[in-house]
């Protein structure tokens, strides 16, 4: 009935403005050739938008291009009636490149224009003319089947509009605009590793070093607000740790403060930090190469390439990293122990001489339009052979008599991994726009080895003199983890500003562990230490559920999620007597709730409150105590509670000209049962008093801090970022009947800044700073063997303050700035050092290490790439165009 009416209408209209037109063109009584003889059809002159127009947007080869940006512009202003361009609406197009437009103005000329990035933008001019106007004749020997006339139509369709590349077939890259650096969301941060020059030719740990939020110790240990984030490749799980990972294939870094109940609810009480892999998905082919050395004499060397053609896409990445650190230390040890204090003065030089190897392959198959299959597969070896000499002078003070022991500690490892990841994953969307589904699954698997020998020689006096005698003990260790993860995620728009997501996930994770310590003679004769022996098999599984209602009322935003998580823990100590440990968790629900309210000027906030749990670990649950190493004699407690962690953020978020932004966060963190290290007193099998450290649940912690994020482009070749974060943290250990540690403020932070400079040099200057703080709780370093050989209690003790700078520069030559040349340094000062203070009732120690100051690093690298390449169609055996039309047929 409403579109008969509106053909009523229009035939009204149409026929007075089409005597309107005759009738200027012919003169009206008394009128001048040309003036206007009678009104428009439409109001106030202009005529009716009532047409449609759709269609197509595809590439050279017949492929959709999604997320094509499409203004319709208007050729006259009806308002002036000259001719110019007048933006009416715009919109993208949809996954399968198709596109429509309503409510336009016929009869009047229009302009399409279509921009794509990597894609030529192209104008398509058209003018919508019912077909009752076109007065097309009936065939000849036919009269009209329609008395009245043909039925006027108000759609117009542009067919298939095909856009060209933006880059001719050249021996480099596409050159596409530039990626802002840091991109701020409310719920997290997205940083782009493109332009983090300093982290060239490094590793996972270096690229953290300039990721606003995130603090990296010399071990590379990663906090965010103080606690120990959990890290994902590509949104899941992994067993590879950061220096595992190049950083020339690393695209960008997600920092998800207080994620959504849609993620992990297991240690995300700190947080999530989710490395994207490089995968590229241009048509043709294009990659890089890039080889570098550093001031230890350790090359690096990286290949990257991806192929493109049609409905296939492969990604290769490979990479040689060497690696020769310097660590520089000193402790400084007093131990309170029944009558007898002993002091100890150690000062250590470690060498960690080693490589590994990085491969990555990867396939897209796009089905279809909607459906797309992905897979990928890692690979990483590595071989170590770190080196550690200890001056150690031990003064023995009791009542009796004093004496002081001067010796020297040479430790030899030897260490090999091989680590092994797969992930499988589909994607299929539907007709209704952001409706999908995506169901994966991965897998990675460690194999790990490591062989050390701990050789003491007792002087007789002072360091130099004679050897009064020697002990040799080895160390043998072997760890097999599994990680299995399996995923499935719906997301339903139910509306304009509604949609839903559902998910399930199951994660499973095994552990095999052996440790071994040997006595060894003088004659080569090795004795097992049955103290210093540990054989272990865990399993932990994981079940999870969750959904997320997202929805708006006017500038009023909301997301309400629930999930539920169980898991189950069981565990075998494999010595004698064999150990069976088993514990369930039952099924504990996680909510989250995020509201926003967007403000004129674009501006918005945000207030976020989740509920995360952290499981106590193996390690932190066996009974059994290690011996093995005498500096740090280990023990799990198998009474250990999870611990809940309610986290609540208020964010503020500007957006301003030129990509300017600011955030600010307030935030405030509460765990109950917060597990921590706990020191307590004990004898070994000979009766000799030890100190072990050991875990409990402390009754609560609590942090409460504030955090400033900008980003500022300031000229054409000047951007800034800027991260302060000041903190308060608290942990009440009174119900370990010992002193808690004191609150204590602290504050973080960091600045990167850019430089672009002619004859096309960049220079990037990162700074840091952390004030005092208190040591960690626990790291959760993913160690499949004993902790390092540093005594520590989390209960007593700081940080002391630290800074450091980093400096690169970056020289680009050749056609279309295809290679270039990055010189860094880091630490160019010498203040990155990390100095310690810790103590308890049986000890205090000062510790301090300083590790590659001043490192210089050059990296030359080169870039090339041909686009729109037939890779893979066939050619025709005479030569002909028939191959490719063969070709296309076959698909």
Do not use: C
Not at 195 to 207: F, R
Not at 401 to 430: C, P
Not at 452 to 480: D, E, R
Not at 810 to 817: E, G, T
């Amino acid at each position: 009935m409403r579109k008969l009416v509106a053909i009523l209408i229009f035939s009204f209209l149409f026929a007075d403005f089409a005597m309107a037109q005759q009738a200027a063109g012919q003169g009206a009584p008394g009128a001048k050739p040309g003036a206007p003889g009678g009104r428009p059809g439409g109001p106030g002159g202009a005529p009716p938008s009532i047409g449609r127009a759709y269609g197509k947007v595809t590439d050279s080869t017949g492929q959709p291009i999604a997320a094509t940006a499409i203004v319709l512009k208007s050729v006259t202003d009806a308002a002036t009636k000259k001719k110019k361009l007048v933006l009416i609406k715009g919109m993208d197009t949809k996954s399968n490149g198709e596109f429509n437009f309503e409510d336009l103005p016929i009869v009047q000329p229009l302009v399409v224009r279509l921009s794509a990035t990597g894609y030529k933008t192209q104008d398509v001019s058209f003018t919508i003319i019912p077909a009752s106007a076109q007065s097309t004749p009936a065939p000849a020997g036919q009269a009209n089947s329609n008395p009245f006339g043909a039925m006027p139509s108000f759609e117009k369709d542009l067919g298939s509009v095909k856009l060209a590349t933006a880059v001719a077939e050249l021996a480099t890259a596409t050159v596409t605009g530039k990626t802002p650096p840091m991109k701020l969301e409310l719920d997290k941060k997205v940083f782009n590793v493109a332009q983090n020059i300093v982290s060239a030719g490094g590793t996972g740990v270096d690229v953290m070093r300039n990721v606003p939020s995130v603090n990296v110790d010399i071990d590379g240990n990663v906090t965010l607000r103080g606690s120990t984030p959990t890290i994902f490749i590509d949104g899941r799980p992994t067993t590879l740790t950061l220096d595992e990972i190049p950083a020339d294939a690393i695209e960008s870094v997600e920092v998800m403060t207080n994620p959504s109940a849609k993620y992990d609810a297991s240690g995300g009480g700190a947080g999530i930090i989710n490395i994207v892999l490089k995968k590229n998905r241009k048509q043709g082919y294009n990659g890089s190469i890039s080889t570098g050395i550093d001031s230890h004499g350790q090359p690096n060397a990286l290949v990257g390439l991806s192929l493109r053609q049609n409905k296939v896409n492969f990604t290769l990445n490979g990479m040689y990293n060497a690696m020769n650190p310097k660590t520089t230390g000193s402790t400084d040890r007093y131990t309170y122990l029944s009558d007898t204090t002993t002091h100890l003065l150690q000062q250590d030089l470690q060498r960690g001489k080693g490589h590994f190897m990085f491969g990555q392959a990867g396939m897209d198959w796009f089905i279809t339009n909607k459906t797309t299959v992905s897979g990928s597969y890692i690979r990483v070896d590595g071989a170590f052979k770190p080196t550690d000499i200890s001056n150690i002078r031990t003064d023995i003070l009791t009542n009796a008599r004093d004496s002081t022991i001067y010796s020297i500690r040479s430790t030899n490892n030897d260490r090999e991994f091989h680590v092994n990841g797969a992930q499988l994953g589909m994607k299929h969307t539907w007709d209704k726009k952001g409706e999908e589904w995506t169901a994966d699954a991965s897998f990675f698997d460690v194999n790990s080895s490591l062989t050390s020998y701990y050789t003491t020689n007792y002087f007789q006096g002072q360091p130099g003199s004679a050897v009064a005698y020697s002990t040799l003990q080895k160390q043998t260790g072997t760890a097999a983890p599994r990680f299995w993860t399996i995923q499935t995620d719906y997301v339903n728009p139910l509306g304009e500003k509604t949609k839903l997501e559902a998910g399930l996930r199951t994660s499973i994770q095994k552990l095999q562990n052996d440790n071994n310590t040997y006595t060894v003679d003088d004659k080569g004769n090795s004795t097992l230490n049955p103290y210093g022996t540990s054989d272990y098999t865990s399993t932990n599984t994981v079940y999870a559920a969750y959904v997320n209602f997202t929805s708006a009322i006017g500038n009023f935003g909301y997301a309400l999620g629930l999930r539920g998580e169980s898991s189950k823990y069981t565990g075998d100590l494999l010595n004698t007597p064999k150990q069976h440990f088993e514990n369930s968790y039952p099924t504990a629900l996680f909510p989250s709730v995020f509201l926003s309210y967007k403000l004129k000027h674009n501006q918005e906030l945000q207030v976020s409150s989740t509920r995360k749990i952290n499981r106590p670990g193996f390690f932190q649950l066996i009974p059994f105590t290690d011996y093995s190493d005498t500096l740090n004699i280990t023990r799990g407690n198998p009474n250990l509670v999870p611990e809940f962690t309610y986290n609540t953020e208020l964010s503020y978020m500007k957006t301003f000209p030129h990509n300017n932004t600011l955030l600010v966060s307030a935030y405030y963190k509460y765990t109950s049962n917060l597990i921590t290290r706990y020191q307590d007193s004990g004898t070994n099998p000979i009766g000799k008093p030890i100190l072990i450290n050991t875990y409990e649940n402390a009754s609560n912690a609590y942090t409460v801090g504030g955090e400033i994020t900008s980003t500022d482009n300031i000229t054409k070749w000047w951007d800034v970022t800027l991260n302060v974060n000041v903190y308060n943290s608290h942990i009440n250990t009174n119900n370990l009947n010992q002193p808690s540690q004191p609150a204590l403020w602290t504050w973080f932070g960091k600045f990167n800044s850019n430089f672009k400079l002619p004859k096309n040099f960049t220079v990037q200057l990162t700074a840091i700073y952390q004030g005092k703080t208190n040591l960690p709780v626990n790291l959760n370093n993913n160690q499949f063997g004993p902790p390092g050989s540093v005594t520590q209690s989390s209960s007593q003790g700081y940080i002391k303050p630290y800074y450091g700078f980093d400096l690169a520069v970056k020289y680009s030559f050749l056609k279309q700035n295809a290679a270039s040349i990055t010189a860094s340094m880091t630490d160019i000062f010498r203040n990155r050092w990390s100095d310690q203070y810790s103590s308890s009732q049986f000890f205090s120690q000062e510790y301090n290490r300083l590790k590659d100051p001043q490192l210089f690093r050059v990296v030359f690298a080169y870039r090339f790439g041909k686009m729109d390449l037939n890779i893979f169609k066939r050619k025709s055996m005479n030569g002909g165009g028939m191959g490719d039309a063969g070709s296309s047929m076959g698909q």
